[in-house]
């Protein structure tokens, strides 16, 4: 068994993976927001029944205080266990990323793109990732990553308006596709969700013209954005689907990779 990890800036996401059972990124992922006051002793808990791991690996985009504590929890549960971390690289059997600097690469944007070689590699596509940040990356048919973008979550996107002034609340409104909005709180949420939508529409136009047939979602807010993204991938003849673990296929595609 291999104990796949994903620490985001929100959540720490993980699976347990047999060796020998095909990897299914349509599971859901285990998961515990790491802003809870007692996120260490719910990792423990949900981690003390899994039986010892044979190795883990860990994509982490949290501080490196967060990263030692999950280190220390895996060294405490499972003792001296086999702990490879997700690094960027530039060439990865078909793939090239497109980044000068790849080690500037969050490890869990390189892990989800090296998930996608596993789904679409035959085809352009989209990797969109709607966590605590909204990240675009577009990949060429076979492999080459065109480079990407990053921009605040629709939650980061109202908690900045809400901090930054005086009469914008935190919460509430609804999101019309047929009427505009007609009063602060749908304006807001509005706001909000045109901004992601244009934010992947714009990517497409200005650096993938040659339309990319499939677009693969993943983070906490992929359902909400397939909704919001669906017309247009209809009139682009491209096809949406989201894929709850595709970092963690990723991660589990990279420890493919590696002897341990
Ligand atoms: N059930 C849901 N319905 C709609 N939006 C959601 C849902 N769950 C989360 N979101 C939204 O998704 C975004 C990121 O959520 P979440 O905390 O789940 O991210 P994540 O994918 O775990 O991110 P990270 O990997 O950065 O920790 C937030 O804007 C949040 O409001
Ligand atoms: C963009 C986030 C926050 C998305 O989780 C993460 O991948 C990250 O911290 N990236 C580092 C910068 C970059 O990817 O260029």
Same mark, same amino acid.
């Given at each position: 068994?291999?104990?796949?990890?994903?620490?985001?800036?929100?959540?720490?996401?993980?699976?347990?993976?047999?060796?020998?059972?095909?990897?299914?990124?349509?599971?859901?992922?285990?998961?515990?927001?790491?802003?809870?006051?007692?996120?260490?002793?719910?990792? @423990?808990?949900?981690?003390?029944?899994?039986?010892?791991?044979?190795?883990?690996?860990?994509?982490?985009?949290?501080? @490196?205080?967060?990263?030692?504590?999950?280190?220390?929890?895996?060294?405490?549960?499972?003792?001296?266990?086999?702990?490879?971390?997700?690094?960027?690289?530039?060439?990865?059997?078909?793939?090239?990323?497109?980044?000068?600097?790849?080690?500037?690469?969050?490890?869990?944007?390189?892990?989800?793109?090296?998930?996608?070689? &596993?789904?679409?590699?035959?085809?352009?596509?989209?990797?969109?990732?709607?966590?605590?940040?909204?990240?675009?990356?577009?990949?060429?048919?076979?492999?080459?990553?065109?480079?990407?973008?990053?921009?605040?979550?629709?939650?980061?996107?109202?908690?900045?308006?809400?901090?930054?002034?005086?009469?914008?609340?935190?919460?509430?409104?609804?999101?019309?596709?047929?009427?505009?909005?007609?009063?602060?709180?749908?304006?807001?949420?509005?706001?909000?969700?045109?901004?992601?939508?244009?934010?992947?529409?714009?990517?497409?136009?200005?650096?993938?013209?040659?339309?990319?047939?499939?677009?693969?979602?993943?983070?906490?807010?992929?359902?909400?954005?397939?909704?919001?993204?669906?017309?247009?991938?209809?009139?682009?003849? &491209?096809?949406?689907?989201?894929?709850?673990?595709?970092?963690?296929?990723?991660?589990?595609?990279?420890?493919? @990779?590696?002897?341990?």
């Amino acid at each position: 068994m291999m104990l796949l990890i994903d620490i985001g800036n929100s959540r720490i996401k993980w699976l347990i993976q047999s060796e020998q059972q095909p990897f299914d990124p349509n599971t859901a992922p285990f998961a515990i927001t790491h802003h809870d006051a007692d996120w260490l002793a719910q990792l @423990s808990h949900a981690w003390s029944n899994v039986t010892r791991p044979k190795a883990c690996f860990i994509s982490n985009v949290a501080s @490196s205080a967060r990263l030692e504590q999950v280190q220390q929890l895996i060294h405490t549960l499972f003792g001296n266990i086999n702990s490879h971390m997700i690094r960027p690289q530039k060439h990865t059997a078909h793939f090239t990323l497109a980044y000068d600097e790849v080690q500037q690469m969050g490890a869990d944007r390189f892990a989800q793109l090296l998930g996608a070689q &596993a789904i679409c590699s035959e085809r352009n596509h989209l990797v969109i990732s709607a966590g605590t940040a909204t990240t675009i990356d577009g990949v060429l048919a076979h492999g080459q990553h065109v480079g990407g973008v990053i921009a605040p979550s629709i939650d980061l996107m109202r908690t900045s308006l809400h901090q930054h002034t005086a009469r914008l609340p935190l919460n509430g409104g609804d999101f019309s596709p047929h009427n505009a909005p007609r009063n602060t709180l749908d304006a807001l949420a509005s706001g909000a969700r045109l901004a992601r939508q244009g934010a992947v529409l714009s990517f497409m136009s200005h650096y993938m013209p040659d339309a990319p047939t499939h677009w693969l979602l993943c983070g906490g807010g992929a359902e909400l954005l397939a909704e919001d993204l669906a017309t247009w991938a209809e009139q682009h003849s &491209a096809t949406i689907q989201i894929v709850p673990s595709l970092c963690l296929l990723g991660v589990w595609q990279f420890s493919q @990779s590696i002897d341990f």
